[in-house]
Nanobody, 123 residues
Framework: QVQLVESGGGLVQTGGSLSLSCAASGSVLSVASMGWFRQAPGKERDLVASITSAHDTDYNGSVKGRFTISRDNDKNTILLQMNSLKSEDTGIYYC?????????????????WGQGTQVTVSS
């Protein structure tokens, strides 16, 4: 069984900083792309940032220059450092990953989601 375990988040004032981490655990063979998505109240879930195993990154235009995603391939973890936070960054942040895991002796590539963590930026 594979899990994405998230930590971090919380309440911060406008202009403040927060960090989110996500770790893949279980019968993981390899992890391809990992990233964070965000869902604000009444809105769709959107990509915030992603990173490949080669450390290539992609950012939502609204967070470029403020957020940084990094990765530790040995530990199958990612970190999202969020600086200069704005009220529009408020939402539930979900970790996402494409993971190859063992199922009955076979390797299968599947997409996984974390349980979500709340980030609230107050003005």
């Amino acid at each position: 069984q594979v899990q994405l375990v998230e930590s971090g988040g919380g309440l911060v004032q406008t202009g403040g900083s927060l960090s989110l981490s996500c770790a893949a655990s279980g019968s993981v063979l390899s992890v391809a792309s990992m990233g964070w998505f965000r869902q604000a109240p009444g809105k769709e879930r959107d990509l915030v940032a992603s990173i490949t195993s080669a450390h290539d990154t992609d950012y939502n235009g609204s967070v470029k220059g403020r957020f940084t995603i990094s990765r530790d391939n040995d530990k199958n973890t990612i970190l999202l450092q969020m600086n200069s936070l704005k009220s529009e960054d408020t939402g539930i942040y979900y970790c996402n990953a494409w993971i190859s895991a063992e199922f009955g002796g076979r390797a299968m590539l599947k997409n996984y989601w974390g349980q979500g963590t709340q980030v609230t930026v107050s003005s």
